[in-house]
């Protein structure tokens, strides 16, 4: 299945607002709210209509007619009107700001719920930096959109609704000459509104490509100044800021004369029908009152035309980010859930199997990473697999977790096909102490206790003093409360892989999988480690990937991969007196050594 990234220059550009329509769930919840929100923007927009009776009452009854208590009615009506609308605009903000807000946190929480359950290929033909800028700055223009947008949109459309119904009432002739020339006016806005939709959605992209830029070159640090690469990377960003900045600027042209020409094109349309009024007024058909009612729904009807083209703007944006955002939530990536999910033996034994698997990776299915595996590690055995990069080796731990489903043949955990049980069920019987281990920003105890959140303060501890981790956890200046920094930046490696393994522990997994964990050590830590893997692992089902086989050699059996295919298994004596490829890397690395 494709990713974002994929989409973001195939998709067409949308040419209407409905995009917009899947966004309606997130305000189901709250349509009392709502409810109440539209009842405020009545109010408002009905105070509003008001003063044009009351202009019509002032006019011709307090000030041609010269009545004093006419004038004071009308100037009483004025403030009734003024305080409904005042109450009715601050209730109206509240509501309609508050149900953005409660909108987006809703949007930002599905879609990186949905995120968050894509496999390892999303996220190798998507970058993270643009998945950042969907779930913040996308989410930030619907909340600007739903929390005062989508209200101030409807609002100019009552009064324009409204306030044609009042011009027809007071004066039908002037009204046909007004709406002869809207189309005047209409044209302009939907020509100049396509080019904003297409200059809104490209702006969106550079900025979020801009975010991508950030993502990868912060990550990569330490690689980019030990290169003395810091110039290129600014040169980069500077590029990126750049390009997104010149289409904004198009953007915010193109808007800037889309409003200007409404409202120059809306005010020729009022002074038009000004000069017939005018002439109606001094031929005794209608009286100076209602033209000027009728003068003040014209403008109140241009105003919100005008209005409504700068509103057009942000809805066009609206509809870019929801197009993206909408990306995310509907992408679905991964193995499919079974429909009829079995359960997992009790209790569990960890013994696995696997039967003629093919597999190839969908972002580069030739050559297949595995071809034709059949291998049995039986419940408690530990078993190491070997061979050269690119042999496939990770890609034994990557559908046993099932990132993946294999093309071919069968995973069994405890004779139950690993496609037919939930995949936090099998995933909850393993734990994976990965070569480069992962920690949060977060304290020691959050960074254990990350797979086993409930665990009791003495399993956390127990589970670092077998991964002889206490002795330096003690030693930090906070002891287990100290906080790690973002990605644990505050402790060396060997500090890294013992709190990763500290972490396996505490979940007592059935099944152990060690993807090179002492691959990056010194001597020391990698001594230490090596003690911790031995404690944790009796007992259990373990899977070691390892390139030095010095720390392989006490497995109970030893699989040789090579180029996706099992070329050679046994015990660390019996493989070095075949020959074969593990013999020769044995000679090359104990001889080096």
Known sequence: MSGPDDRTS????????????????????????????????LLGAGAILAFGFVLRLL?????????????????????????????????????????????????????????????????????????ISRLTADTTVIQVVVGSTLAIAARNLLLIVGGLVLMFL?????????????????????????????LSRESQDRVAAVGGRVDETLYAIQTVQSHVQEAAERARYARAVEAAFGVAIRRAAMTGFLAASVIFLMFM??????????????AGEITPGELAAFLFYAVLVAGSVAALSEVANELLRAAGAAERLLVLLQTRSGPPPPRHPTSLLEPARGAIRFESIWFAY?????????????????????????????????????????????????????DVDIRDVETAALRGRIALVPQQPVLF??????????????????????????????????????????????RGVRLSGGQRARIALARAILREPAILLLDEATSALDAESERLVQAALQRISRGRTTLTIAHRLATVQ????????????????????????EGGMYARLAALQFTSA
């Open 269 to 282: 349309l009022i002074t038009g029908v000004l000069w017939v009024g005018g002439h109606s007024v001094l």
């Open 554 to 577: 006490a497995a109970d059996r030893i699989v040789v991969l090579d180029r996706g295919k099992i070329v050679a298994q046994g015990s660390h004596a019996q493989l070095l007196e």
């Open 59 to 131: 006019v011709d009854a307090g000030i041609s007619e010269q009545d004093p208590a006419a004038l004071n009615r009308a100037l009483v009506a004025l403030l009734g009107a003024v305080a409904v609308m005042a109450a009715g605009a601050g209730l109206r903000i509240y509501l309609v700001t508050w149900l953005g807000e409660r909108v987006v946190a809703d949007l930002r929480r599905a879609v990186f719920a949905n995120v968050v359950e894509m496999d390892p290929g999303f996220f190798e033909r998507t970058r993270t930096g643009e998945v």
């Open 441 to 486: 920003a977060a304290s020691v105890r959050e960074n254990i206790a990350y797979g086993a959140p409930e665990a009791s303060e003495a399993n956390i501890r127990a589970a670092a003093e077998a991964a002889y981790a206490m002795d330096f956890i003690a030693a930090l200046p906070e002891g287990m409360d100290t906080h790690l920094g973002e």
């Open 170 to 198: 007071t004066s039908p002739v002037l009204t046909v000459w007004l709406l002869v020339g809207l189309p005047v006016v209409a044209l302009p806005v939907w020509s100049l509104g396509r080019k904003v939709r297409r």
């Open 362 to 414: 969908p972002t580069r299915p030739e050559p297949p990473a595995l071809q034709g595996i059949d291998l049995e590690v039986p419940a408690g055995a530990s078993v190491a697999v070997v061979g050269p990069s690119g042999a496939g080796k990770s890609t034994l731990f990557q559908l046993l977790l099932r990132f993946y489903d294999p093309d071919a043949g069968a995973i069994r955990v405890d």
């Open 10 to 41: 195939q998709r067409p550009v949308g040419r209407d607002l409905r995009v917009l329509v899947p966004l309606a769930g997130f305000l189901r919840p709250y349509l009392r709210t709502l409810l109440l929100a539209v009842l405020a923007l």
